[in-house]
């Protein structure tokens, strides 16, 4: 399951996320990863959850994130939630299109091996195509 968070800079979109990581911080059931452009959460989250900054792996565009997130699910296949803070700059793309098909084949993945995803996307909602705005 895919599901994406979308709103302008300053809406709220980064506290909602650490909200949710926290709360999965005490579920024991759960298993966590948040990958993160910079480490910039690095303060905010609990120590329980698997924070990655995309900075240190020669990660580029959207195919290759995830082939990076099958990797990162081959190593923990008990993974039961991934996170991903500002889309886009962890991918380094911008291309709305390229984002619609990540998101398909993403959620394609994520129904497979029975993994929450959640994305964070700064945008207008309203200017997103329906391929995005399905996931919203």
């Known amino acids: 399951m895919v599901k994406v968070i979308v709103g302008g800079k300053g809406s709220g979109k980064t506290s909602q996320l650490v909200d949710e990581l926290n709360a999965q911080a005490y ?39 995830l082939a990076f997130i099958a990797g990162i699910y081959a190593e923990d296949y008990d993974l039961t939630h991934l996170y991903i803070d500002t889309i886009t700059k962890v991918a380094g793309d ?38 995005i705005r399905q996931y919203c």
């Open 27 to 65: 579920n024991d059931a759960a298993d966590v990863v948040c990958i993160e452009y910079s480490g910039r959460l690095n303060r905010m989250v609990k120590y329980k959850i698997r924070l990655i900054d995309i900075l240190e792996y020669p990660v580029k565009g959207y195919r290759e994130l």
């Open 94 to 131: 911008s291309d709305l299109a390229h984002l619609e098909q990540f998101l398909r084949d993403l959620d394609e993945f994520s129904t497979k091996n029975n993994l929450n995803a959640t994305i964070i996307l700064s945008a207008d909602p309203a200017a997103l195509p329906e391929g």
